[in-house]
């Protein structure tokens, strides 16, 4: 397994948001994390991700035990991620958000910035070339000297997911990427991430849209009031009884 989550709990002021919840992702895969608002996707993203600290449980990444480890450790391990709120810096071009992301991945030494070495201009070189590569990738590249806030809303989505491209991961956690965008966007976006798990890329993906889930999903993980219930590929979802009753209610 590339990632574990051991019963992980997390409360934030006496409310738990997530609560012993239990998943694994299998390397390769694009599994879906769904549930109602409120069931806790985003804080088992932060938790994962180091965000938040787990009040109890681990996360096993690559077969290490990473709970502990602060964001940028776990960054650097492999984990990207994407925000349900975008987090781009609007007021700096394209090409800044790129490099940012190259920066805070590599943990570039303040001394070796400050007298600009020559290995120092070389590496920015290569970062500003492979920020183009992957700008191409979304046909952002001649918007690279753009102010990001000039972007359409589909257009920071997609730089959002190059951003965190930019920093090597093995594991890409996507939330909400389809979330506001119009249907040739979805499209795009939706290429992307199909061609990326192609490529090798481990992909987990919460999104509200079952249609694009049940079709994109290898396997789904399904969290209701913080925990787990049910584990599967879409077909069995589908037909889950508990899954049902958390999105309609009882009868």
Known sequence: MLLQA???SKRFDGITAVDSCSFDVK?????GLIGPNGSGKTTMFNVVTGVHDADSGAIVYKGEDITGWPTDERARFGIGRTFQLIRLFPRLTVMDNMLIAQKYAHAEKFWSQLFRKKHVKEEELAKRKRSIELLKMVNLHEKADDLTENLSYG???LLEIVRALAMEPELLLLDEPIAG???????QILGLIKQLNESGM???MIEHNMNVMMRFCDRMVVLDYGKEIAMGKPAQIRKNKKVVEAYLGRK
């Open 6 to 8: 051991k019963k992980v």
């Open 27 to 31: 390397e390769g895969e694009i599994l």
């Open 155 to 157: 257009q920071q989505k």
């Open 181 to 187: 965008v119009n249907p040739t966007m979805t499209k």
């Open 202 to 204: 481990t992909i987990v």
